[in-house]
Protein backbone atom coordinates (compact mmCIF):
# COMPACT_ATOMS: atom_id res chain seq x y z
CA UNK A 1 0.00 0.00 0.00
CA UNK A 2 1.49 3.64 -1.22
CA UNK A 3 0.98 5.90 1.80
CA UNK A 4 -0.60 8.96 0.99
CA UNK A 5 1.94 11.87 1.86
CA UNK A 6 -0.69 15.19 1.92
CA UNK A 7 0.62 18.90 0.61
CA UNK A 8 0.83 21.54 3.64
CA UNK A 9 -2.35 23.91 3.36
CA UNK A 10 -4.09 21.58 0.49
CA UNK A 11 -6.70 18.78 0.85
CA UNK A 12 -8.65 16.48 -1.21
CA UNK A 13 -12.22 16.57 -0.56
CA UNK A 14 -15.54 15.49 -2.33
CA UNK A 15 -16.87 18.34 -4.13
CA UNK A 16 -20.48 18.51 -4.36
CA UNK A 17 -21.38 17.63 -8.51
CA UNK A 18 -17.94 17.49 -9.20
CA UNK A 19 -16.09 14.21 -7.32
CA UNK A 20 -13.10 14.38 -6.36
CA UNK A 21 -11.61 17.87 -5.45
CA UNK A 22 -8.67 19.92 -4.14
CA UNK A 23 -9.38 22.54 -1.28
CA UNK A 24 -7.16 25.12 0.75
CA UNK A 25 -7.03 25.06 4.65
CA UNK A 26 -5.25 28.37 5.13
CA UNK A 27 -5.61 31.81 2.64
CA UNK A 28 -3.48 32.54 -0.62
CA UNK A 29 -3.19 35.99 -1.91
CA UNK A 30 -2.84 36.57 -5.57
CA UNK A 31 0.64 35.62 -6.58
CA UNK A 32 0.91 33.41 -3.80
CA UNK A 33 2.31 29.86 -4.98
CA UNK A 34 -0.31 27.20 -3.20
CA UNK A 35 1.79 23.88 -4.33
CA UNK A 36 4.25 22.73 -7.26
CA UNK A 37 4.44 19.39 -8.50
CA UNK A 38 7.00 17.41 -10.69
CA UNK A 39 6.14 16.16 -14.15
CA UNK A 40 5.45 12.27 -13.04
CA UNK A 41 6.49 11.52 -17.10
CA UNK A 42 7.04 14.37 -20.04
CA UNK A 43 8.43 14.64 -23.40
CA UNK A 44 10.05 17.09 -25.47
CA UNK A 45 7.96 17.86 -28.93
CA UNK A 46 10.42 17.16 -31.65
CA UNK A 47 9.95 20.63 -32.63
CA UNK A 48 11.77 21.64 -30.31
CA UNK A 49 14.79 19.34 -30.46
CA UNK A 50 18.09 21.33 -30.12
CA UNK A 51 16.63 24.39 -28.54
CA UNK A 52 15.66 23.06 -24.91
CA UNK A 53 17.60 20.22 -22.89
CA UNK A 54 15.15 16.71 -23.24
CA UNK A 55 15.83 16.49 -19.11
CA UNK A 56 15.66 19.83 -17.83
CA UNK A 57 13.32 21.87 -19.97
CA UNK A 58 16.20 24.37 -20.03
CA UNK A 59 16.28 26.40 -23.38
CA UNK A 60 20.12 27.77 -24.44
CA UNK A 61 22.27 27.64 -27.13
CA UNK A 62 24.84 24.99 -27.29
CA UNK A 63 23.23 22.10 -26.74
CA UNK A 64 24.97 18.42 -26.85
CA UNK A 65 23.51 15.92 -28.66
CA UNK A 66 23.75 12.48 -28.24
CA UNK A 67 26.42 10.75 -30.62
CA UNK A 68 24.38 8.27 -31.29
CA UNK A 69 20.89 9.19 -32.63
CA UNK A 70 21.55 12.81 -33.17
CA UNK A 71 18.31 13.80 -32.36
CA UNK A 72 18.17 14.51 -28.55
CA UNK A 73 20.23 17.32 -27.01
CA UNK A 74 20.71 18.42 -23.51
CA UNK A 75 22.73 20.72 -21.20
CA UNK A 76 25.61 18.71 -20.46
CA UNK A 77 26.67 14.79 -19.73
CA UNK A 78 24.87 14.82 -16.16
CA UNK A 79 21.16 15.87 -17.91
CA UNK A 80 21.96 13.42 -20.86
CA UNK A 81 22.62 10.37 -18.15
CA UNK A 82 19.50 10.99 -16.42
CA UNK A 83 17.38 11.05 -19.15
CA UNK A 84 18.54 8.16 -20.82
CA UNK A 85 16.24 5.41 -19.29
CA UNK A 86 13.69 7.46 -20.87
CA UNK A 87 15.42 8.29 -24.27
CA UNK A 88 16.35 4.75 -24.82
CA UNK A 89 13.29 4.08 -25.22
CA UNK A 90 13.67 6.05 -28.47
CA UNK A 91 17.42 6.61 -29.14
CA UNK A 92 17.84 2.98 -31.45
CA UNK A 93 14.14 2.95 -32.85
CA UNK A 94 15.19 6.73 -34.82
CA UNK A 95 17.91 5.33 -36.19
CA UNK A 96 16.32 2.50 -37.51
CA UNK A 97 12.88 3.81 -38.48
CA UNK A 98 14.70 7.40 -39.97
CA UNK A 99 12.45 9.44 -41.33
CA UNK A 100 9.35 7.16 -40.70
CA UNK A 101 9.98 7.49 -37.00
CA UNK A 102 6.48 9.40 -36.12
CA UNK A 103 5.37 8.26 -32.76
CA UNK A 104 2.18 10.98 -31.77
CA UNK A 105 3.02 12.90 -28.51
CA UNK A 106 0.58 11.01 -26.50
CA UNK A 107 2.54 7.90 -27.93
CA UNK A 108 5.88 9.00 -26.61
CA UNK A 109 3.99 10.02 -23.29
CA UNK A 110 2.71 6.51 -22.91
CA UNK A 111 5.74 4.75 -23.57
CA UNK A 112 7.51 6.56 -21.09
CA UNK A 113 5.01 5.82 -18.58
CA UNK A 114 4.90 2.28 -18.78
CA UNK A 115 8.79 2.33 -18.58
CA UNK A 116 8.22 4.43 -15.24
CA UNK A 117 4.98 2.20 -14.10
CA UNK A 118 7.27 -0.59 -14.55
CA UNK A 119 10.06 0.30 -11.87
CA UNK A 120 7.73 2.16 -9.56
CA UNK A 121 7.83 0.12 -6.21
CA UNK A 122 6.63 3.63 -4.15
CA UNK A 123 4.69 6.55 -4.25
CA UNK A 124 6.33 9.06 -6.38
CA UNK A 125 6.92 13.57 -5.55
CA UNK A 126 4.16 13.77 -8.29
CA UNK A 127 1.58 11.74 -6.64
CA UNK A 128 1.52 12.99 -2.98
CA UNK A 129 -2.12 12.77 -2.74
CA UNK A 130 -3.42 11.17 -6.34
CA UNK A 131 -1.11 8.19 -7.60
CA UNK A 132 -1.39 7.68 -11.24
CA UNK A 133 -3.36 5.08 -11.85
CA UNK A 134 -6.19 6.21 -10.44
CA UNK A 135 -6.68 9.15 -12.81
CA UNK A 136 -9.93 9.66 -14.33
CA UNK A 137 -10.08 7.52 -18.05
CA UNK A 138 -13.64 8.07 -19.05
CA UNK A 139 -13.30 4.57 -21.47
CA UNK A 140 -16.66 3.80 -21.26
CA UNK A 141 -17.64 7.12 -22.66
CA UNK A 142 -15.83 6.83 -25.41
CA UNK A 143 -17.40 7.41 -28.96
CA UNK A 144 -15.87 5.79 -31.98
CA UNK A 145 -14.27 8.57 -33.37
CA UNK A 146 -12.51 8.82 -29.78
CA UNK A 147 -11.50 4.94 -30.00
CA UNK A 148 -10.56 4.54 -33.56
CA UNK A 149 -7.89 7.32 -32.26
CA UNK A 150 -6.68 5.65 -29.31
CA UNK A 151 -6.70 2.34 -31.23
CA UNK A 152 -4.25 4.61 -33.62
CA UNK A 153 -2.21 5.13 -30.44
CA UNK A 154 -2.11 1.86 -29.62
CA UNK A 155 -0.95 0.83 -33.06
CA UNK A 156 2.13 3.10 -33.28
CA UNK A 157 3.04 2.00 -29.56
CA UNK A 158 3.46 -1.49 -31.03
CA UNK A 159 5.25 -0.18 -33.91
CA UNK A 160 7.63 1.77 -32.66
CA UNK A 161 8.40 1.10 -28.93
CA UNK A 162 7.68 -3.49 -28.80
CA UNK A 163 11.34 -3.67 -28.98
CA UNK A 164 11.95 -1.67 -26.43
CA UNK A 165 9.39 -2.20 -24.08
CA UNK A 166 6.88 -4.72 -22.46
CA UNK A 167 3.09 -3.74 -22.63
CA UNK A 168 0.23 -4.27 -20.60
CA UNK A 169 -2.97 -5.77 -22.04
CA UNK A 170 -4.63 -4.01 -24.67
CA UNK A 171 -7.24 -2.74 -22.02
CA UNK A 172 -4.91 -1.39 -19.74
CA UNK A 173 -3.25 0.85 -22.58
CA UNK A 174 -6.60 2.05 -23.75
CA UNK A 175 -7.05 3.00 -20.17
CA UNK A 176 -3.67 4.50 -19.76
CA UNK A 177 -4.07 6.23 -23.43
CA UNK A 178 -7.38 7.55 -22.10
CA UNK A 179 -6.15 8.49 -19.45
CA UNK A 180 -3.59 10.96 -20.59
CA UNK A 181 -6.20 12.50 -23.54
CA UNK A 182 -8.16 13.40 -20.21
CA UNK A 183 -5.06 14.59 -17.91
CA UNK A 184 -2.22 15.47 -19.94
CA UNK A 185 -0.72 18.73 -19.57
CA UNK A 186 0.27 20.35 -22.84
CA UNK A 187 3.98 22.27 -21.67
CA UNK A 188 3.97 25.75 -22.72
CA UNK A 189 6.67 28.45 -23.27
CA UNK A 190 6.37 32.50 -22.23
CA UNK A 191 4.51 33.22 -25.46
CA UNK A 192 2.25 30.16 -25.01
CA UNK A 193 4.31 28.17 -27.45
CA UNK A 194 3.97 24.03 -27.18
CA UNK A 195 6.93 22.62 -26.23
CA UNK A 196 6.11 19.60 -24.92
CA UNK A 197 3.60 17.12 -22.94
CA UNK A 198 3.47 15.81 -19.17
CA UNK A 199 1.11 14.47 -16.41
CA UNK A 200 1.49 15.71 -13.12
CA UNK A 201 -1.42 13.49 -11.15
CA UNK A 202 -1.47 15.57 -8.32
CA UNK A 203 -2.62 18.86 -10.21
CA UNK A 204 -4.95 16.22 -12.00
CA UNK A 205 -7.42 16.68 -9.18
CA UNK A 206 -7.93 20.43 -9.33
CA UNK A 207 -11.43 20.76 -11.44
CA UNK A 208 -12.18 23.43 -13.74
CA UNK A 209 -14.20 26.51 -13.56
CA UNK A 210 -14.36 29.36 -16.47
CA UNK A 211 -13.60 31.78 -13.51
CA UNK A 212 -10.56 29.89 -12.21
CA UNK A 213 -9.09 31.17 -8.92
CA UNK A 214 -5.31 29.44 -9.53
CA UNK A 215 -3.31 29.05 -12.41
CA UNK A 216 -0.61 26.54 -13.66
CA UNK A 217 2.53 27.29 -15.15
CA UNK A 218 5.70 25.13 -15.31
CA UNK A 219 9.80 25.86 -14.36
CA UNK A 220 11.08 23.50 -16.62
CA UNK A 221 9.56 20.14 -15.64
CA UNK A 222 7.97 21.15 -12.37
CA UNK A 223 3.76 22.67 -12.73
CA UNK A 224 3.39 24.94 -10.21
CA UNK A 225 -0.14 26.43 -8.88
CA UNK A 226 -0.21 29.81 -7.67
CA UNK A 227 -3.07 31.81 -6.95
CA UNK A 228 -4.43 34.58 -9.31
CA UNK A 229 -7.70 35.55 -6.75
CA UNK A 230 -8.02 35.82 -2.92
CA UNK A 231 -8.51 32.43 -1.89
CA UNK A 232 -9.76 31.97 1.69
CA UNK A 233 -9.42 28.91 3.75
CA UNK A 234 -12.19 26.45 2.78
CA UNK A 235 -12.25 27.58 -0.86
CA UNK A 236 -12.11 24.68 -3.71
CA UNK A 237 -9.78 26.05 -5.88
CA UNK A 238 -10.08 25.90 -9.79
CA UNK A 239 -7.99 26.01 -12.74
CA UNK A 240 -8.85 26.36 -16.39
CA UNK A 241 -8.78 23.35 -18.29
CA UNK A 242 -9.29 25.14 -21.72
CA UNK A 243 -9.16 28.94 -23.62
CA UNK A 244 -11.41 31.14 -21.82
CA UNK A 245 -12.02 33.37 -24.75
CA UNK A 246 -14.97 31.80 -26.27
CA UNK A 247 -18.95 31.67 -25.42
CA UNK A 248 -20.44 29.76 -23.54
CA UNK A 249 -21.84 27.58 -26.40
CA UNK A 250 -18.29 26.41 -27.23
CA UNK A 251 -16.76 26.59 -23.71
CA UNK A 252 -19.54 23.35 -23.02
CA UNK A 253 -19.06 21.77 -25.92
CA UNK A 254 -15.19 21.44 -25.65
CA UNK A 255 -15.74 20.65 -22.17
CA UNK A 256 -17.94 18.01 -23.09
CA UNK A 257 -15.92 16.61 -25.99
CA UNK A 258 -12.50 16.05 -23.68
CA UNK A 259 -13.60 16.19 -20.08
CA UNK A 260 -17.05 14.70 -20.60
CA UNK A 261 -18.55 17.08 -18.13
CA UNK A 262 -20.49 20.17 -18.36
CA UNK A 263 -19.37 23.38 -15.95
CA UNK A 264 -21.78 24.90 -13.93
CA UNK A 265 -19.44 27.87 -12.73
CA UNK A 266 -21.00 31.92 -12.85
CA UNK A 267 -19.24 32.70 -16.00
CA UNK A 268 -21.12 29.64 -17.47
CA UNK A 269 -24.96 30.11 -16.05
CA UNK A 270 -24.92 33.95 -16.11
CA UNK A 271 -23.10 34.08 -19.46
CA UNK A 272 -22.64 37.52 -18.41
CA UNK A 273 -19.67 37.77 -21.16
CA UNK A 274 -21.19 36.47 -24.00
CA UNK A 275 -22.89 39.40 -25.38
CA UNK A 276 -19.19 41.39 -25.19
CA UNK A 277 -17.58 37.97 -27.09
CA UNK A 278 -20.05 38.16 -30.15
CA UNK A 279 -20.29 41.16 -30.69
CA UNK A 280 -21.86 42.73 -33.85
CA UNK A 281 -21.05 46.12 -36.13
CA UNK A 282 -23.18 48.51 -35.23
CA UNK A 283 -25.05 49.17 -38.54
CA UNK A 284 -27.68 52.14 -39.23
CA UNK A 285 -29.86 48.92 -41.02
CA UNK A 286 -30.58 46.25 -37.98
CA UNK A 287 -28.78 43.06 -38.87
CA UNK A 288 -31.32 40.62 -38.41
CA UNK A 289 -31.25 37.07 -35.80
CA UNK A 290 -30.57 35.09 -38.95
CA UNK A 291 -27.85 36.95 -40.36
CA UNK A 292 -26.39 36.75 -36.91
CA UNK A 293 -26.60 32.95 -36.75
CA UNK A 294 -25.64 32.21 -40.35
CA UNK A 295 -22.24 33.96 -39.83
CA UNK A 296 -21.61 32.33 -36.23
CA UNK A 297 -21.90 28.99 -38.27
CA UNK A 298 -20.07 29.92 -41.10
CA UNK A 299 -17.17 31.21 -38.21
CA UNK A 300 -16.88 28.20 -36.34
CA UNK A 301 -16.48 26.11 -39.69
CA UNK A 302 -13.82 28.58 -40.84
CA UNK A 303 -11.95 28.29 -37.86
CA UNK A 304 -12.08 24.45 -37.89
CA UNK A 305 -10.63 24.60 -41.65
CA UNK A 306 -8.22 26.88 -40.98
CA UNK A 307 -7.15 24.75 -38.62
CA UNK A 308 -6.73 21.82 -41.00
CA UNK A 309 -5.45 24.37 -43.76
CA UNK A 310 -2.39 24.81 -41.36
CA UNK A 311 -0.99 21.43 -42.62
CA UNK A 312 -0.92 21.75 -45.91
CA UNK A 313 -1.19 25.32 -46.89
CA UNK A 314 1.88 27.85 -47.88
CA UNK A 315 2.16 30.56 -45.21
CA UNK A 316 1.20 32.78 -48.16
CA UNK A 317 -2.01 30.97 -48.55
CA UNK A 318 -2.64 30.83 -45.21
CA UNK A 319 -2.67 34.81 -44.92
CA UNK A 320 -5.04 35.20 -47.84
CA UNK A 321 -7.49 32.48 -46.32
CA UNK A 322 -7.31 34.42 -42.83
CA UNK A 323 -8.04 37.79 -44.93
CA UNK A 324 -10.78 36.60 -46.66
CA UNK A 325 -12.44 35.18 -43.72
CA UNK A 326 -11.61 38.10 -41.74
CA UNK A 327 -13.28 40.24 -44.17
CA UNK A 328 -16.37 38.08 -44.65
CA UNK A 329 -17.07 37.89 -41.04
CA UNK A 330 -16.35 42.13 -40.99
CA UNK A 331 -19.89 42.49 -42.80
CA UNK A 332 -21.46 41.17 -39.36
CA UNK A 333 -19.31 40.61 -36.60
CA UNK A 334 -17.26 43.67 -34.44
CA UNK A 335 -13.59 43.58 -34.90
CA UNK A 336 -13.81 42.77 -30.82
CA UNK A 337 -16.01 39.66 -31.65
CA UNK A 338 -14.40 36.38 -30.23
CA UNK A 339 -14.28 35.01 -33.87
CA UNK A 340 -12.64 37.77 -35.15
CA UNK A 341 -10.05 37.83 -32.57
CA UNK A 342 -9.25 34.06 -33.19
CA UNK A 343 -8.41 34.54 -37.47
CA UNK A 344 -6.21 38.11 -36.29
CA UNK A 345 -4.10 35.86 -34.24
CA UNK A 346 -3.72 33.28 -36.38
CA UNK A 347 -3.15 36.10 -39.07
CA UNK A 348 -0.65 37.81 -36.94
CA UNK A 349 1.20 34.12 -36.61
CA UNK A 350 1.47 33.80 -40.12
CA UNK A 351 3.10 37.74 -40.62
CA UNK A 352 5.94 36.71 -37.62
CA UNK A 353 6.55 33.29 -39.83
CA UNK A 354 6.87 35.30 -42.64
CA UNK A 355 8.13 38.22 -41.14
CA UNK A 356 5.84 40.51 -41.82
CA UNK A 357 6.54 42.59 -38.69
CA UNK A 358 4.27 45.55 -39.29
CA UNK A 359 0.94 43.36 -40.41
CA UNK A 360 2.14 41.47 -37.45
CA UNK A 361 1.76 44.51 -35.19
CA UNK A 362 -1.18 45.69 -36.87
CA UNK A 363 -2.58 42.18 -35.81
CA UNK A 364 -1.44 42.29 -32.60
CA UNK A 365 -2.18 45.53 -31.61
CA UNK A 366 -6.32 45.05 -32.54
CA UNK A 367 -5.66 41.60 -30.47
CA UNK A 368 -4.65 42.25 -27.23
CA UNK A 369 -7.18 45.52 -26.97
CA UNK A 370 -9.87 42.97 -26.83
CA UNK A 371 -8.12 40.72 -25.03
CA UNK A 372 -7.28 42.90 -22.19
CA UNK A 373 -11.52 43.09 -22.07
CA UNK A 374 -12.69 39.60 -22.62
CA UNK A 375 -9.63 37.41 -20.54
CA UNK A 376 -9.26 36.96 -16.70
CA UNK A 377 -6.97 39.99 -15.12
CA UNK A 378 -3.93 37.95 -14.79
CA UNK A 379 -4.22 35.98 -18.01
CA UNK A 380 -1.16 34.94 -19.32
CA UNK A 381 -2.87 34.81 -22.89
CA UNK A 382 -2.47 38.69 -22.42
CA UNK A 383 1.15 38.96 -21.03
CA UNK A 384 2.05 36.26 -24.23
CA UNK A 385 0.64 39.06 -26.84
CA UNK A 386 2.32 41.93 -24.95
CA UNK A 387 5.48 39.72 -25.03
CA UNK A 388 5.07 39.22 -28.80
CA UNK A 389 4.41 42.84 -29.29
CA UNK A 390 7.52 44.17 -27.04
CA UNK A 391 10.05 42.29 -29.75
CA UNK A 392 8.00 43.27 -32.51
CA UNK A 393 8.73 46.82 -31.65
CA UNK A 394 12.28 46.31 -30.69
CA UNK A 395 12.53 44.42 -34.07
CA UNK A 396 10.82 47.43 -36.05
CA UNK A 397 12.98 49.92 -33.81
CA UNK A 398 9.93 51.37 -31.64
CA UNK A 399 12.05 50.77 -28.14
CA UNK A 400 9.82 52.71 -26.16
CA UNK A 401 6.75 51.09 -27.22
CA UNK A 402 8.30 47.90 -26.70
CA UNK A 403 9.32 48.23 -23.57
CA UNK A 404 6.08 49.33 -22.19
CA UNK A 405 4.51 46.20 -23.90
CA UNK A 406 7.09 44.00 -21.79
CA UNK A 407 6.26 46.01 -18.71
CA UNK A 408 2.71 45.06 -19.37
CA UNK A 409 3.43 41.31 -19.54
CA UNK A 410 6.07 41.72 -16.50
CA UNK A 411 3.50 42.52 -14.01
CA UNK A 412 0.98 39.75 -15.37
CA UNK A 413 3.88 37.14 -14.91
CA UNK A 414 5.47 38.66 -12.11
CA UNK A 415 1.76 37.04 -10.60
CA UNK A 416 1.43 33.83 -13.10
CA UNK A 417 4.97 32.57 -12.70
CA UNK A 418 6.32 34.08 -9.63
CA UNK A 419 8.66 36.97 -9.22
CA UNK A 420 11.90 34.94 -9.10
CA UNK A 421 10.88 32.48 -12.20
CA UNK A 422 13.40 32.20 -15.05
CA UNK A 423 11.45 33.89 -17.72
CA UNK A 424 10.41 37.02 -15.11
CA UNK A 425 14.28 37.43 -14.72
CA UNK A 426 14.94 37.18 -18.52
CA UNK A 427 12.59 39.82 -19.65
CA UNK A 428 13.76 41.70 -16.70
CA UNK A 429 17.07 41.81 -18.46
CA UNK A 430 15.49 42.72 -21.73
CA UNK A 431 14.01 45.44 -20.33
CA UNK A 432 16.72 46.88 -19.20
CA UNK A 433 19.00 45.98 -22.16
CA UNK A 434 17.17 48.01 -24.32
CA UNK A 435 16.27 51.26 -22.56
Not at 354 to 383: C, M, Q
Request: hydrophobic share 35%; with cysteine.
Amino acid sequence: MMKTEGIAGIEQFDSPGKGRGLRVSKAFGVGELLFSCPAYSYVLSASERGLICEQCFTRKKGLAKCGKCKKAFYCNVKCQKKNWAMHKLECNAMCVFGEKWSPSETVRLVARIIARLRGQTERSPSEKLLLLRDMEDHVEELDNEKRELTEADIAGLHQFYSKYLDFPDHQALLRLISQIHCNGFTLEDEELSHIGLAVFPDIALVNHSCCPNVIVTYRGINAEVRAVQEISPGQEIYISYIDLLYPTVDRIERLRDTYYFSCDCKECSTKSMDMMKMKVRKLSDEISQKEISDMVRYARNAVEEFRRAKREKSPLELLEMCELIIDKMSSVFDDSNVYMLHMMYQAMGVCLYTESYDDAVRYGEKVVKSYNVLYPTHSLNIASMYLKLGRLYIALDRKSTGISAFQKALAIMEVCHGKDHPYVTELKREIIGDE
